[in-house]
């Protein structure tokens, strides 16, 4: 079946009529009855349908993180662009909570629903590699690993993330940082076009020359415009091994040594190298440890000749050498697998750290694993890759806004028992906080330079859910706060605007919206922080509907609103 841009598939049977606000979905499973059920069967073409009676069910609602995984009414595993738009225009007609998920990795929940359906693009994996354009043709519902091998035979390669199991769906709409970024600036910079499907259920292909506002919107903040079915990329020619490896170190030997070249490093690298220092413990070390992970594109001599002021410290554990690029972006899985509970929070650092910093952050997980059982796992990443590349693009020219002469931290805090989730995520907060007010200090009482710019965050570590709907959605469909992320003005700056414009365009209900607000549509619907504040039970109007919420004071982790929203591709 052939779509242009300009048509709207639309599955057989009256979809399309009296669309339904979805926006506070029916509980738990109790909209599920077999008649229901059937009805959505008649409509696809080939997707499977699980409920919680079906075999496979349990493996289904498996997350990257157990403490976001929740009980789905129904899982459609589907297999096309036209299934996917008959599962949204299903949500929407009986006003059922979905969401899409990809790679699963978001730690906000935004890809789990509690009793609503979930669109898993997991039976879409295909890659289709074109040797001629260098072009890479890559379903919604691949992992980084699916890319990887497929270009490699070709050498041909993709700013990939720094995880194979990550989803390209999500790291792609939310920008894309990986190991070559130095070189190649961020995944959107390759993206050529993406089939997308939108909230009326239409199937658009968007590229620079086609709806291009709705393609400037999806390089960046994808995730709230639609289900990308879709993606073609380029790619860049990779043809050599790279060299790449870890060391780590007993910060007690080494530290000033360590943070002295990553600040040399953020200084000579010409973007074919970079380097990640982890503050963690490994299991082998009675406290928090460093672990560097290190990377060159190009021959052994000029890595070990570039990183030989690192590669001379003594460590507890040396592991480097070449490997075929494909292989780079596993090197981490280790740390990073599917289960426990965890979570991720962004934050930014600007060079030369001081190690007198990165001393206290060491000191912060130690006291967190005094604090915490069973969380030794816990980490904060600092990544160093020259900015040259993603600066050399306008932060105007795609909705992404976080290019700038700075770099990413992603904080990870791992644990066990779910009665410490708040915690955790607080700690990670935290730890967030200390990196801005690093920034701060250096720019108001040094007059630093490198701190006076326009510094953000990078919304894929970012943990999603902004703080003032945090209280509101994640407790209501966890019992516990998920999100740790930061505003949406935050992420976009002044970006923001256009996409409140762009969002009132595509998705005028905020069908949407559990990953990034846009005022367009939320404004009306989420409380006003100060209105979260309220200690007294009361009746909230949400978005025509009228639902009790019990607000117990915006300090409370446990604030409950009971508001629903719907829609996000993770």
Known sequence: ????????????????????????????????????????????RGSTVLTPDSEGYAESIKRWSD??????????YVRSAEDISTCILFCRQNSVDFVVCGGKHSSSGASSSEG???????????????????????????????????AAPYGLAMVGGTVNHTGVGGLTLGGGYGWLSGRHGLTIDGLLEVEIILADGSIKRASKTEYPDLFWAICGAGHSFGAVSEFVFQAHEQANEIWAGQIVFDPAENLEAIVSFANHLAIV???????AMALGPPPFLPGPGIVTTLFYNGPQSKAEELFKPLLDLPAIKKDYGM????????????AVEYGGRKCTKGASAITPLSPLFIQNLLQDLSLFHRKVPNCRRSMINIEIFSPEKWCSVPRDATSFFN??????????????????????????????????????????FFGDKMADQDIREYGNYDGKLEPYIQSSISVLNTGCETGTGASSHVIFGSNYDRLVEIKAKYDPADTFNKDYAFKSAAKAAIPAPEELSKPA????????????????????PMSTVTLQPIGIVR
């Not at 048509?7 to 229901?36: R, Y």
């Not at 075929?324 to 280790?334: E, H, Q, R, V």
């Not at 644990?415 to 701060?440: H, Q, T, V």
């Not at 039970?537 to 409370?556: D, K, P, W, Y």
């Open 67 to 76: 403490a976001v995984e929740k009980r789905a009414g129904i899982v459609v």
């Open 403 to 444: 290019r700038g002469r700075y770099q990413n931290v992603v904080i990870g805090p791992y644990w066990e028992d779910p009665a410490y989730d708040g915690e955790s995520r607080e700690w990670a907060r935290n730890i967030a906080r200390k990196f801005r007010l690093e920034i701060d200090w250096r720019k108001e």
């Open 537 to 556: 039970a009361e009746n909230v109007q949400f978005r025509g509907q009228s639902i009790l919420a019990s607000v117990t004071g915006a300090a409370s």
């Open 269 to 275: 690298t010409d973007g074919d190298s970079g380097m």
């Open 323 to 334: 490997r075929p690029y494909a292989t780079m972006n596993s090197i981490l899985n280790f």
């Open 1 to 44: 079946m052939t779509i242009s841009n300009d048509s709207k598939f639309q599955p057989e049977g009256p979809m399309m009529k009296d669309l339904k606000d979805t926006s506070v979905s029916k509980d738990s499973n109790a909209w599920i009855d077999g008649s229901l059920i059937q009805e959505l069967k008649d409509k696809l």
């Open 116 to 150: 609503g359906l979930v669109i898993d693009l997991g039976h879409m994996r295909g890659v289709k590699v074109d040797p001629e354009t260098k072009t890479l043709r890559v379903q919604g519902g691949c992992i980084w690993k699916d890319v990887d091998e497929a």
